[in-house]
C-alpha cells in the first residue's frame, strides 16, 4: 500500500457500493459527475473503491468506459467483498485526509446509506 500512496496523494476518491450491477444509464450518469469534479477541481488523479458481492473482477465491467476515456488521467481501482466496516474505514481514512470524495451507492443498500448519510458526504444515490 505504501507503493501507491503517492498516487492517491490529491485524487478524486470514488466508492462505488452496490450490491448487483448498475444499468448503462447509470453508468454514465457516474462518468458524467466524475468528469464534472475533475474538470471543476483540476485534480488528475482518481482512486475507485469498488465494493460489491459480484466477484473480481466484475466490477471492472462497469468502470471499462470510464477507464477507457479517461487516459488523461491516472487512475487506480480497488476491489473489496461488500462490508459495512471496511466501507466506513475506508470512507474515514479517505475522509481524515482531506481528499475530495464522491460515493455511488446502491440505493438498497439502506444500513451503508445510513451510515455514510452521518459523515456528510457527497452521496450519489444508483
Not at 41 to 47: A, D
Not at 77 to 99: C, N
Request: net charge neutral; aromatic share 12%.
Amino acid at each position: 500500500m505504501n507503493l501507491l500512496k503517492p498516487v492517491e496523494e490529491n485524487a478524486l476518491f470514488v466508492f462505488l457500493i452496490y450490491r448487483s450491477l448498475p444499468n448503462s444509464n447509470t453508468i454514465n450518469d457516474i462518468f458524467r459527475r466524475i468528469n464534472s469534479i475533475l474538470i471543476k477541481t483540476g485534480l488528475r488523479r482518481i482512486v475507485f473503491y469498488v465494493y460489491s458481492n459480484d466477484g473480481n473482477p466484475y466490477y471492472l465491467s462497469i468502470l471499462r468506459d470510464i477507464l477507457q476515456n479517461n487516459i488523461l488521467y491516472s487512475i487506480v481501482t480497488r476491489y473489496y467483498e461488500l462490508s459495512l466496516d471496511e466501507i466506513i474505514k475506508t470512507v474515514d481514512k479517505a475522509y481524515s485526509s482531506g481528499s475530495k470524495i464522491i460515493v455511488f451507492i446502491d440505493k438498497n443498500l439502506n444500513n451503508i446509506v445510513d451510515q455514510l448519510i452521518e459523515k456528510e458526504l457527497n452521496i450519489v444515490l444508483i
